[in-house]
């Protein structure tokens, strides 16, 4: 019972919010090809750069979402989007009046034996509905 929008860019989603198109869900999983910064490729390869996209997308995200959405899941695999920081964007985009709760917390590639490390794999924040 729900769409998921992949966006390859953030001009993609300003078509649905002009057009009256909504979404249930949100999800933006921008990769990493290089250590300096996460990224992605939209339309005619176009960057999509999380440090000057992100802020952009956060704002238009109320109104990509239909009056009840059943959950938001934001992830970055960028060292200056820790926990913290997508946390905080996420809360400041949703705003209080939505209700519902917000978790956060890092993602882990577990190490399949004792003598192998964990590998960190970035960050998430995920709003859902009560």
């Not at 209700?99 to 003598?115: F, H, K």
């Amino acid at each position: 019972r729900g769409l998921l929008l992949l966006p390859q860019s953030t001009a993609m989603l300003l078509r649905p919010v002009s057009g009256g198109c909504r979404a249930l869900a949100h999800s933006r999983t921008p990769s990493s090809r290089d250590q300096t910064q996460a990224f992605g490729r939209g339309a005619r390869r176009k960057e999509w750069r999380i440090e000057r996209d992100l802020p952009e997308l956060m704002r238009l995200l109320p109104r990509l979402l239909t009056p009840e959405p059943a959950f938001v899941l934001l992830s970055a695999h960028d060292h200056r989007w820790p926990i913290e920081r997508l946390a905080a964007a996420m809360a400041d985009s949703l705003g209080p009046t939505r209700g519902g709760r917000l978790e956060s917390g890092e993602m882990r590639l577990i190490a399949s034996t004792d003598l192998g490390r964990d590998l960190p794999m970035g960050s998430f924040a995920r709003w859902c509905r009560d």
